[in-house]
């Protein structure tokens, strides 16, 4: 297992790891929201980590392509989930939100079917990184970035669905005529 692959199997470890320091005493406990919130980042920047070191050194394997989105899915939903519990996030904010990602999921299996790999847009890396952002600062949750995180959310929500909408534009003919 090459290096990308490492840090893509070492992201998944992590999640249990952050949804436990971030629910420990139902989130009341800030020390452990700021463990929790370094462990998101690290995790995060695992991922921009493996990709590039994959492109780099030409290391992109079958395993990375299926397992580096799968633990970036993962690792976003459950902190979602977990804001739902906290009571941070409203359920139909993170229902979008995650819908989005199965739909554009769904997408990629039928392309790779039709020998078509659908790349990540420009619209879906901002919706990304105004994901992980807005769940940052969630998790923090300091009362004197409570603007800007309500911002960084409904950023994330518009990008999410706009992301959505350029993907299904672009690629409908995946769809309706079984190739791009």
Sequence with gaps: MNL????????????????????????????????????????????????????????????????????????????????IELGQLPAWMVIIIISREFIISGFRLVASDNGVVIA???????????????VILLIVNLP??????????WIALILTVVSLADYLMKNHKVLTEGSI
């Design 4 to 83: 990308p692959n490492k840090l893509t199997v070492l992201r998944v470890i992590m999640i249990p790891f952050f949804v436990g320091a971030l629910l420990w005493e139902h989130g009341e406990n800030q020390t452990m929201r700021w463990a929790a919130a370094g462990i998101f980042i690290i995790a995060s920047l695992t991922d921009l980590l493996d990709g590039k070191i994959a492109r780099k050194y030409n290391m992109v394997t079958n395993f990375g392509k299926f397992m580096d989105p799968l633990a970036d899915k993962l690792l976003v939903c459950s902190a979602l989930i977990c804001l």
């Design 144 to 153: 004197a970035l409570h603007i800007l995180t309500a911002a960084c959310v």
């Design 120 to 134: 990540a847009s420009y619209w879906g890396k901002f919706k990304t990184t105004f994901q992980m952002l807005a």
